[in-house]
């Protein structure tokens, strides 16, 4: 039996740049995946003729340039384009935009009050000096405080520099930032609800906490420290959808040299003597490998594909322990033509960017209560965009795609599994607050998709369908992601890696947690490592 250097479970974009930079290291690699598609959470799926679905996944901003350069992924097809603005509808019929123009932007504040829209300029300035630390951090492996190794004495000496570079105020204001809640990060610049409703969504996507918990800064900069052509905290739409994202990578793999197997899910990792052989197939078919990396999520690595006889006690435990919450779903729409929202003039570059639908602090608190008490939002929060505006190849020439991703949506209904009428219900509770503000929305639906985490899980096989593989509060990040002791791709199993959203730095469409995977694991074969470096904050 052929035994490759390395199998890579699970073709989604991190597994695809694990395997990419492996094989181009010259090493045999073979990339497995469970469905008859690539991509995971990050594809474009034709799910009526001509109609690309961006599934999962919809904007792009947090992929590394260096990644992007590195695989040339310009090459095999990878076009992302920067959508326009923002806007947040207002139940009095009034709207808040959120313009790239910073002229129009300071304007638009300054509609609702002169105060925020002169403080806007400081909550820029000190967001961006948070923005700017981690964004440096993201292609590093995170350094073990724990250990004694010259690399690791030599990271954290970089954070600690790093952290005194940024001045006194600001070392003192990092503590406060990274475990306060994003609405009391918002009080200190803002009065008015409106604008601290917009500002606060980015703090609760894809989180298990509400916009006064505790945390929800640090998620807010999470969706701050992607880039658009060097435009950082700029989104962006890739042509062809998310899928582009994975099939970009997949090309540069296969140009590589890499295989790719679909429709050939692992039921088990296989162990002897403590080091891993290769995985078992759900057809039976065993396929041996040096060394094995997981792209799957941790809780699915470690405690679905393995045997727990094979893993220390502790370890175990901790995998058990770790939060992975299924929060957020997704109402994926063809529209038979553009709708109309009579509250922002026509021609607006706000439909080019993202909407939402709901303008309190409060509602926004709220929503999470719902969640809380174990059902969908019934105000939900909704990041609506129309990506056909910008790339009109998703759908046949006149019509649009719309995605709609909703935060909050439970893995369970109270505790048991969703049943199709609150499948239905909760896609109607999307269509109908959206068509608070749109007349004509309804009557342009040609089909759509609901996907609540169950789905998630059930399709993308994420644990919960939680959409970063597991929260991204201070408990979970760094040197303790996914476990203590194992933050740096490596398992207490020999010759296992992890390389999926479930490690430093997380979840989002990123590339970052497969490229340092990949990083060590051409150092300990003792390889010429093929991951370029770290770009800087800049
Ligand atoms: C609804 C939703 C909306 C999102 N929106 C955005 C967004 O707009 N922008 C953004 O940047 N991020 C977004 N995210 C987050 C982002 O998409 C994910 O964090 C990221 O795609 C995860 O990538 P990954 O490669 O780590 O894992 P995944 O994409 O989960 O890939 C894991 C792969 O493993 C495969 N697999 C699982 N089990 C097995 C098995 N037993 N055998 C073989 N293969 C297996 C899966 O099929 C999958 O292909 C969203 C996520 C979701 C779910």
Same mark, same amino acid.
């Not at 690399?151 to 990274?178: H, N, P, Q, T, V």
């Given at each position: ?168 105020? =600001? /070392?003192?204001?990092?503590?406060? #930032? ?7 990060? $918002?009080? @200190?610049? &803002? ?103 997981? =792209? /799957?999520?941790?809780?699915?690595? #470690? ?7 094979? $893993?220390? @006690?502790? &370890? ?223």
């Amino acid at each position: 039996m052929k035994t490759y250097d390395a199998i890579i479970v699970g073709a989604g974009h991190n597994g695809l740049t694990t395997a990419a930079f492996l094989a181009k290291s010259g090493l045999d690699v073979v990339c497995v995946e469970k469905n008859d598609y690539i991509g995971g959470a990050t594809v474009s799926r034709e799910m009526y003729k001509d109609w690309l679905y961006s599934s999962c996944s919809y904007v792009c901003s947090l992929l590394r340039p260096e990644i992007y350069r590195g695989l040339e992924l310009h090459k095999h097809g990878l076009q992302v384009t920067p959508f326009g603005g923002s806007c947040q509808f207002m139940e009095n019929g009034d709207y808040f935009g959120s313009y790239h123009d910073p002229e129009a932007a300071h304007r638009e504040r300054a509609r609702f009050s002169r105060h925020d829209a002169d403080a806007y300029e400081r909550y820029s300035a000190d967001t961006m000096r948070q923005c700017r630390f981690i964004r440096d951090q993201l292609l590093r492996t995170a350094p073990d405080p724990t250990s004694f190794k010259p690399k690791d004495i030599k990271g954290l000496y970089e954070i600690g520099m790093k952290f005194m570079e940024m001045g006194e105020d =600001a /070392m003192y204001e990092s503590i406060r #930032f990274w475990t306060m809640s994003v609405a009391e990060y $918002l009080d @200190e610049y &803002f009065e008015t609800d409106v604008i601290k409703t917009t500002y606060s969504g980015s703090g609760i996507i894809g989180t298990a906490l509400g916009v006064y918990s505790p945390g929800t800064a640090y998620v807010l900069l999470h969706h701050h420290m992607g880039d658009v052509d060097g435009n950082v905290g700029s989104w962006g739409v890739a042509r062809g959808g998310m899928g582009a994202v994975a099939n970009s990578i997949a090309g540069a793999f296969q140009m590589y040299g890499g295989e790719l197997r679909t429709e050939s899910g692992v039921d088990k990792i296989m162990v002897k003597n403590g080091r891993a052989t290769g995985v078992a197939l759900e057809s039976g078919e065993e396929i041996s490998a040096r060394l094995v990396v997981s =792209a /799957m999520d941790v809780k699915r690595t #470690f405690l679905n594909c393995m045997d727990k006889s094979d $893993l220390p @006690e502790t &370890f175990y435990k901790r995998v058990e322990n770790f939060k992975l919450r299924g929060t957020s779903g997704k109402v994926n729409i063809a529209l038979d033509g553009m709708p109309t929202f009579p509250a922002i003039p026509e021609g607006s570059t706000l439909y080019h960017g993202d909407m939402h639908f709901i303008d309190s602090m409060e509602r926004m608190e709220r929503a999470y209560d719902d969640w809380k008490a174990g059902t969908w939002s019934k105000d939900p929060y909704v990041d609506m965009v129309i990506p056909t505006l910008t790339d009109p190849t998703m759908a046949p020439p006149g019509k649009h795609f719309m995605s709609c991703f909703v935060q909050y949506c439970p893995y369970e209904i109270e505790g048991r599994a969703w049943t199709e009428p609150e499948r239905e219900a909760f896609g109607k509770t999307i269509i109908d607050q959206i068509a608070n503000y749109s007349p004509d929305f309804k009557s342009l639906i040609l089909h759509y998709e609901v996907r609540t985490p169950a789905d998630i899980e059930d399709q993308i096989g994420i644990t919960e369908g939680n959409i970063f593989h597991g929260e991204l509060t201070m408990d979970q990040l760094l040197f303790n992601r996914p476990v203590p002791g194992y933050a740096q791709y490596r398992s207490p199993i020999s010759g296992l890696y992890m390389c999926g959203s479930s490690t430093h730095p997380g979840g989002g469409v990123m590339s970052a947690p497969g490229a340092n995977a990949a990083r060590e694991i051409l150092a300990d074969l003792n390889r010429t490592n093929t991951v370029p470096e770290n770009f800087g904050d800049d």
